[in-house]
Structure formats: C-alpha cells, structure tokens
C-alpha cells in the first residue's frame, strides 16, 4: 500500500508562485513514477506533469509548460510541484499520483496509468 500526502496550497494572486509537495509511504518509492494531476469546478480530472522513477524524464501539460516544474528527491520519499506565473485557470485540486509498478522507467500520463492518489490540496488564483 501507498499512501500519498499533499501539502503546499493555498489562495495566491496571478503571477503569484506555489510549491506543493506530495510526501510518500513505501520503501521503494526510488521505483515509483509519480504524476501531478488537476481537478477543476465541472471539468475532468487532467494530468499537469509527470516525471519518471529516475528524475530523468518529465512530460509537461501544455497550458503549464514553461511555468511549473515537477521534481522529485528519492532520499525523501517526495515530488514537488513548482508553480510560477500563476493563472486563475490555474485554480482547481491538485492531487499527486503514483504508479509503484514500473520497471522501465516510463512516463504515465493516463489516470488509469496510476494505482494511488493523496487527497488533493486545493490552489486558488484570484485577485
């Protein structure tokens, strides 16, 4: 079992910066490929960012890249999320996703790709 554990939300102003974290159980969290997913008011739940088990790979949704950063430390069982430029498009429940069951260092970019998800924490981006 894994259990996920997000932190780091909260209201900010556009152009505003966040970093949310998503601490995780499990010893072998150095093999999980982990995801950043989004859930808006009415809208489908979309993945923002996913990085591979090595850090060596990340995929970036379009209406995030050049803006958010996703990043990983092995050593502390965390992904992160750097939020820059914020947008109120922006505005939804973040949640952080893990599939501990890959063995090719591949990326997921699929809800179904991924076995566990932390609670979500919310982001709102208003003036």
């Known amino acids: 079992q894994v259990q996920l554990v997000e932190s780091g939300g909260g209201l900010v102003q556009p152009g505003d910066s966040l970093r949310l974290s998503c601490a995780a159980s499990?010893?072998?969290?150095?093999?999980?490929?982990m995801g950043w997913f989004r859930q808006a008011p009415g809208k489908e739940r979309e993945l923002v960012a996913a990085?591979?088990?090595?850090?060596?790979?990340?995929y970036y949704a379009n209406s995030v890249k050049g803006r958010f950063t996703i990043s990983r430390d092995n050593a502390k069982n965390a992904v992160y999320l750097q939020m820059n430029s914020l947008k109120p498009e922006d505005t939804a429940v973040y949640y952080c996703?893990?599939?501990?069951?890959?063995?090719?260092?591949?990326?997921?970019?699929?809800?179904?790709?991924?076995?566990?998800w932390g609670q979500g924490t919310q982001v709102t981006v208003s003036s």
């Open positions: 990085i591979n088990r090595s850090a060596g790979s990340t």
């Open positions: 499990g010893r072998t969290f150095s093999r999980y490929a």
């Open positions: 996703a893990a599939n501990p069951t890959d063995y090719s260092g591949s990326l997921y970019y699929t809800r179904s790709q991924y076995d566990y």
